[in-house]
């Protein structure tokens, strides 16, 4: 039966693990007493030879032989062949264990799914279990010693009352020489066609999931008897008990203390004992866990799974089917908002929820607003509409944005410049690119890609002149014609620097910018016009001076309204 601890480890302390070190069954002590006493009784008779019998010239031979030991006896791999070992045999003791098969899940699925109260139904529900037990009987009968002891034969088992003597009969009389395991859970799969011919279950579906339930059943017990059939490797297992006695056997003669030895004459070789302690305790792990259905203080404990899984099963098909309490109120029927109760000794683990570790970062007021995604800044229509339409995709308007754009009253009241001034943006056309103020878009060199004209909007040179000066520009935007020049690649080149002519006729000087004319000196008044030149490539250079305008509430109040307006409109039109 497997020795369970848990409850002494519940809670960690000063002598948590302290304390089982003090427990005899299932210990290691018990385990390896036998073969350190036998390791001593050995050592002290090599040590009472050396000592006392041997004549002075043996004594010499003696000391050869252990100084011979004691150098080359590193030499044997013991760690790492055994730590491989274990690892492997414990890894296989657990997949043992996940492979046990429990019915409980298929007397679940048979008291919901075949019903009826009559004695036939009852009948039939008790024996498909029954059936599933005697499967799991005769499966562990093959593999566990305890079991086989406990039912050494069919009769043993009819006795039991998991199988029935015409039962018998027809297993015993069947001819093959293999493993009979599998007849019983044959009967129940028939058993579950019949009740669904007889009505008793309601559909083909729940009969797919009885028959999968049995099969799964069935693949566990053929795991088991698989894992008893192919173990670990003999010359594996052979290798590792090979390495560990000849490994202590150099010991007896290399760790002897010898009269001219490093260390003196000692008469108790403390380490040499913890160190058997240890590789040989490591070694009776494995050997423990290789087959946990044995007879070992923590070999799983299947007698007692046996009367658990039988009971267990009688007790949900037979004894609970189609019975349950009668429905009541909860206690907390007309509240969703209540507090569970805790016990004096539990009060101190009543804690505050988890939420999430970034529940509480608090975001700047002035940080917290959209921005209008990039797919909004790609198209402008040459009517105008586009401004609207590129707000509106920043406000989640839609398409209703172009209608929007074209009401006389918004209009009139806000004008373009405020709704460009409130959501800046990039767009571009077949013939310009008009650029808004607190653009976001970072710059490009390729020709026809969107360029940030944040940093366009108005600059300061990066040229040392100290005659420049901030850029005058039109009030609303800056519109730089595309050329349709596209024979030449982009070529990186020096910095851009706007000088002022005139407080009102601003230009690029041809000497600023290698490679060609710039622009021109235009008339007085006019924005500021700049050809594309395909070397100028890096705009990230200019440093923006005017800073994005914030979106006021009135503004969003009055498009809001105003596009109330135009639905409500469309809505009357249609009726």
């Known amino acids: 039966m497997t020795i369970s601890y848990s409850k ?30 036998a390791f001593a009784a050995l050592f002290y008779s090599l040590s009472f030879l050396y000592r006392f019998v041997l004549t002075e010239s043996w004594r010499r031979v003696f000391e050869s032989i252990s100084v011979y030991c004691q150098e080359f006896n590193s030499l044997i791999p013991v760690a790492f062949v055994l730590g491989f070992y274990v690892s492997l045999v414990v890894n296989r003791w657990w997949e043992q264990f996940k492979a046990i098969p429990y019915p409980s899940r298929m007397a679940m699925f048979v008291s919901a799914l075949l019903t009826g109260n009559d004695e036939r139904g009852r009948l ?23 079991v086989k002891k406990r039912f050494p034969t069919f009769e043993h088992i009819t006795e039991a009352g998991f199988m029935l003597p015409n039962e018998q009969k027809v297993i015993e009389g069947m001819t093959t020489t293999y493993n009979k395991y599998f007849v019983p859970l044959v009967w129940a799969a028939s058993l579950v066609s019949r009740a669904r011919k007889e009505g008793r279950i309601k559909d083909d579906f729940a009969v797919k999931t009885l028959i999968d339930e049995i099969n799964e059943f069935r693949g566990k017990c053929g795991t088991l008897f698989s894992f008893d059939w192919v173990t670990i490797p003999l010359v594996y297992t052979q290798v590792v008990t090979l390495a560990v006695y000849m490994f ?15 260390y003196g004459d000692m008469y108790f070789p403390f380490f040499t004992f913890l160190q058997f302690f240890f590789y040989m305790g490591w070694l009776k792990v494995a050997e423990t866990l290789l087959n946990p259905f044995g007879e070992d203080d923590d070999d799983f404990d299947i007698n007692g799974l046996i009367d658990k899984n039988l009971q267990i099963s009688y007790l949900v098909v037979d004894g609970m089917h189609e019975e349950h309490p009668e429905l009541i109120k909860d206690q907390y029927w007309d509240s969703l908002e209540f507090e569970l109760p805790y016990t004096e000794a539990a009060q101190r683990f009543q804690k505050d929820e988890h939420i999430g570790s970034a529940a509480n970062i608090e975001v700047p007021e002035s940080k917290a607003q959209f921005l209008p995604p990039a797919s909004s800044m790609s198209t402008i229509a040459e009517d105008g509409t586009g401004r609207e339409r590129v707000v509106g995709s920043a406000m989640g308007l839609g398409d209703d944005a172009a209608a929007l754009g074209k009401s006389s009253s918004f209009r009139s009241k806000w004008g373009s410049k405020k709704v460009k001034q409130s959501f800046p943006s990039v767009a571009r056309s077949s013939s310009k690119l008009s650029i808004w103020k607190g653009g976001s878009r970072r710059p490009s060199a390729k020709k026809h890609d969107d360029i940030e004209i944040g940093s366009l909007t108005s600059v300061i040179p990066k040229s040392p002149d100290p005659s420049a000066k901030k850029l005058s520009t039109s009030p609303d935007e800056l519109i730089f014609p595309i050329s349709d020049d596209e024979s030449s690649s982009p070529q990186p080149c020096s910095p851009v620097t706007l000088q002022v002519v005139s407080e009102t006729s601003p230009f690029v000087p041809k000497s600023k910018v290698p490679g060609g004319s710039y622009g021109s000196t ?20 200019l440093e923006p001076v005017v800073e994005t305008v914030e979106t006021t509430d009135a503004f969003i109040g009055e498009v809001r309204e105003e596009l109330q307006k135009i639905r409500e409109g469309r809505s009357e039109q249609k009726v």
């Open 8 to 37: 002494k480890v519940a809670t960690s302390n000063f002598s948590c693990f302290l304390k089982l070190l003090l427990r005899w069954r299932g210990s290691i002590y018990k385990l390896l007493w036998k073969d350190f006493a």
């Open 124 to 146: 039939m529900r008790r024996t498909i279990m029954r059936y599933l037990c005697l499967s799991y009987v005769i499966t562990m009968s093959s593999i566990s010693p305890g």
């Open 248 to 262: 202590f056997l150099s010991c007896l003669m290399g760790r002897q203390f010898l009269e001219n030895g490093r």
């Open 522 to 541: 235009p008339t007085e008044g006019e924005p500021l016009h700049a050809k594309y030149h395909p070397q100028v490539s890096h705009l990230s250079h």
